[in-house]
């Protein structure tokens, strides 16, 4: 797989984009962790993920300009989420103070901090937990004087002062009533390693540092770095005259501080620092589900949150993620994670030459439906990434070939002399068009297609051809080119020996590989050419279903709109389950339901239960798959073009009947329609199976022709186990890559199976000596 092309994948992905409050955040404060903390009363958590990010809690919870909550997408759903005093709330609930934890420097690193505002012992805290030796100077009596003048009513001095007491934990030397003027600041730059200036906004005083167009000491705006190369400045000396923002303070001392441990370590002071500043996510975030609910209003507004104000307070908070795609998708959701990291994971899982590949059912179980796509806000489609890594699997021989060989073996029987076919209409030596089934509808309803092939011979003039096959849809999903590559040249060739006709598919799936396969042929769906010609009047009428739309025709509007114009002209009430564009896999695409057929009935039992009603739909393997978990569905086939009875109760056929269907089909066909003599086929002995026995046939990927070809072999060769006391027989037989075992026996010319399964290994033969 392409390296560049993974990377351009993931990118796509947005799910790790922080939310709108973390990324509004000076700080970037882990807002989402936080309250999810806190909304399960784990306060000592909330209380960890905030001093991570805000070294002076206590003065932040409760001055913090808070940009976090003016970005809140709870504010369109009732109101934003009061983060600023669940901070303070975690700080009260959340039990002592986690120690720092401090880091040890290769070599004693001496910094200067020039000024006890937030931002310069912000910058202090932050040096000393990588392990420098900090020193800070202040000029006034005390540090974070601004912030004592604010008053108890606004910043409790005791607030101020358990802050402050954290830093002698950290040796943090702290000298006020020292103040630092031109001379002393090249001093301390000569003196230390390196030196942080928070000391407001001074426009004179400090000659030795370059000035920008306005007078102030240049900072550069993303490393705080000014004209002296080991001294950094932020604050008021960064931003002028904007007004005060405690965080914004915090802001530059903790990126200062970066920058400043860099530049000792004579690292790169502007690498990965994209998102250092508040800025706009692209994180998507739907938050039309949500009901409206107003913030929590304190019982002691003076006071704060009590824990269970607290807590209600922080169940508001959505939290904000993306998984749109892990919304809708059973494949998505039951891996437990999002695609960015899916694509990492399959990535991985090819690029390894010797060992365990964990991922394969990771990249062989998604349907390739594309309803990721539809739903994601950047496009990304997960079964494109799925279908990229079966490619290299089928390439490089590592493929599975339990995932895939009974669909191919069933696609090669479609596309052999039992069941593929390319004739003019009877009569006609050009065909206009040629009518293409498709090799599910064939197996599914085989009457029915016998019934549209006559309606469109006698609608449609110019002839109208059969073309009987598959289009190739089981080899390109399963990742093998070269097979559906062959695949569409025998179709291509059969389509040029009829003539080059339009070709009309029933099925929606047969439609897109007849397009990618045959780029020259024109390709349409039966959908819209009944709808031209028209169909048997009122044949529905009376009838109430709920409409599937396949996941091939997800975006082909014409269709979708073709086929309900027929159901409402045939005399049915149509109900939409929901859009077609977000419609569902029944299981079946992509052969999913081979590789993990627990998941693939999860995904139709997801779907059937969205309405009461029966369904409807235009893809057979749709209709059988709903019928096979129980669910009342019809093809649209059955009713334009049914008889009697109940057709949304039919069964599902199961795999040994559609084989059986499509062979019958071709028969009657060329017998009926083209009056041709048939070859009697050899009777075979009846098969007596239980409910119980058939359905773990059905299960176990084993078809009725391959239990009596095990039971023949036995029969001829005699080679069998042979039970004296019951009577029964268990024997085997490996007719292709996979050795089926039977047990059974004979009850007049019929033989009862008791059991049957199958195992690819060989068992080897003791050599005679």
């Not at 098969?687 to 058939?694: F, G, K, W």
Request: hydrophobic share 40%; net charge neutral; charged share 25%.
């Amino acid at each position: 797989m392409d390296g560049q092309r993974i990377h351009e994948w993931e990118s796509r992905c947005v799910e790790e984009q922080p939310p709108a409050c973390i990324a509004a955040c000076p700080v970037h404060l882990d807002v989402r962790a936080m309250l999810g903390c806190a909304r399960t009363g784990d306060w000592r958590g909330a209380l960890a993920t905030l001093v991570r990010a805000v070294p002076f809690p206590g003065i932040v919870g409760r001055i913090c300009d808070a940009p976090c909550e003016g970005a809140c997408r709870r504010a369109e759903a009732g109101g934003a989420v009061r983060i600023r005093a669940l901070e303070r709330a975690a700080l009260e609930f959340g039990g002592p103070r986690p120690p720092p934890v401090v880091g040890k420097s290769l070599r004693k690193v001496r910094i200067a901090v020039v000024g006890a505002g937030l931002g310069g012992l912000a910058a202090a805290v932050d040096l000393a937990r990588k392990g420098c030796a900090v020193t800070v100077f202040e000029a006034a009596e005390r540090p974070l004087g601004r912030l004592y003048a604010l008053g108890e009513a606004a910043l409790p001095a005791q607030a101020i002062d358990a802050d402050l007491a954290a830093l002698a934990s950290l040796g943090i030397d702290l000298r006020c009533r020292t103040p630092v003027d031109a001379a002393g600041l090249g001093e301390l730059a000569a003196a230390f390693d390196g030196v942080y200036l928070g000391v407001g906004a001074a426009t004179s005083g400090w000659p030795n540092l370059d000035r920008d167009g306005e007078g102030r000491i240049a900072v550069d705006p993303l490393t705080f770095a000014t004209s002296h190369p080991k001294i950094f400045a932020g604050g008021s000396l960064r931003r002028g005259g904007a007004p005060y923002s405690p965080v914004a303070s915090l802001h530059d001392g903790r990126y200062a501080a970066l920058s400043l441990d860099r530049m000792v370590q004579g690292a790169s002071l502007t690498a990965h620092r994209e998102h250092q500043e508040p800025f706009a996510t692209g994180l998507y975030t739907d938050v039309s589900g949500y009901l409206p609910a107003a913030p929590v209003a304190p019982a002691e507004p003076g006071g704060g949150y009590a824990a269970d104000e607290a807590r209600a307070e922080a169940e508001r908070c959505f939290p904000c993620r993306c998984v749109e795609c892990v919304k809708v998708c059973e494949y998505l959701a039951a891996h437990k994670s999002y695609p960015k990291r899916y694509v990492r994971e399959i990535y991985n899982n090819d690029c390894i030459v010797l060992g365990n590949h964990k991922s394969n059912r990771l990249s062989n179980a998604c349907s390739l439906c594309g309803l990721c796509e539809a739903v994601c806000p950047e496009r990304l489609n997960m079964g494109e990434i799925c279908l990229e890594a079966r490619r290299s699997m089928v390439d490089k021989g590592k493929m599975p070939p339990s995932y895939h060989d009974f669909a191919l073996r069933d696609m090669a029987f479609s596309t052999g002399d039992a069941f593929f076919l390319a004739r003019h209409q009877p009569g006609m030596a050009a065909s206009a068009a040629a009518f293409f089934p498709g090799c599910q509808l064939s197996a599914s309803s085989p009457e029915r297609v016998e019934a549209v092939y006559a309606h469109l011979r006698g609608a449609l003039p110019g002839g109208v051809g059969l073309m009987l096959g598959c289009c190739g849809a089981p080899a390109h999903w399963s990742g093998r080119s070269g097979l559906f590559r062959e695949t569409c040249d025998a179709l291509a060739a059969a389509w040029e020996e009829l003539g080059r006709p339009r070709l009309i598919a029933a099925c929606p799936t047969c439609r897109r590989m007849l397009e990618t396969g045959l780029p020259a042929a024109r390709v349409e769906t039966l959908w819209t050419t009944l709808a031209e010609v028209g169909v048997p009047a009122r044949a529905a009428a009376g009838v109430r279903v709920a409409i599937h739309d396949p996941c091939a025709a997800r975006d082909d509007r014409a269709t979708q709109r073709a086929v309900r114009r027929l159901l409402t002209q045939a005399g049915a009430s149509v109900v939409e389950i929901d859009a077609p564009e977000r419609t569902t896999c029944c299981g079946f695409g992509g052969l999913a339901s081979f590789v993990d057929p627990g998941l693939a009935d999860r995904t139709v039992d997801r779907r059937i239960a969205r309405n009461d009603a029966d369904y409807v739909t235009y893809c057979a393997m749709c209709r059988d798959n709903f019928a096979r978990r129980g669910k009342r569905a019809v093809h649209v086939v059955d009713l334009l073009f049914g008889g009697e009875g109940d057709a949304a109760g039919r069964p599902d056929p199961g795999f040994s009947r559609r084989q059986e269907n499509r062979a019958r089909l071709k028969s009657r066909l060329l017998r009926n329609v083209w009056e041709e003599p048939v070859p009697e086929t050899a009777t075979e002995p009846e098969l007596i199976l239980s409910p119980e026995v058939a359905a773990a046939l059905e299960r176990r990927l084993i078809l009725h022709e391959d239990v009596r070809a095990a039971i023949r072999h036995a029969e001829a060769s005699g080679e069998k186990i042979v039970d004296a006391r019951t009577g029964r027989c268990i024997a085997g037989h490996r007719p292709v890559a996979v050795t089926y075992w039977v047990e059974y026996a004979r009850q007049g010319e019929a033989f009862v199976v008791y059991r049957a399964y199958s195992h690819r290994m060989r068992v080897a033969k003791e050599a005679p000596e």
